[in-house]
């Protein structure tokens, strides 16, 4: 845990902006972020995802997941992925997720 880098990543939400999302209306967004306030996550050269998490739907099968990709050491990308037809957006996603919880 404590050596994992992606625990290094979250001084940075408080430095994120949404920069553009998918024009198909999921809740995939790409983001910026103010560098001189916050250092990158020198353990990450390149881009890659740092946090996954599959989306089950009622019956319990998988209907997509979300991704949270870094790149050059800064967060990057938000990408809320549907495994069907059916779109699937950000408040989707929260919904889902939350309910693990119960």
Known sequence: MGNDPGFALFPQTRHLRVQTRCACGC????????????????????????????????????VGEVLVFVTDGYLSRLEVCSWSDELRTLPDAHRILCSCDR
């Open 27 to 62: 809740g995939s967004a790409d983001f910026s972020i103010d560098a001189g306030a916050v250092a990158p996550v020198p353990a990450i050269t390149s881009t890659r995802v740092v946090a996954e998490m599959e989306l089950f739907g009622a019956g319990g099968g998988t």
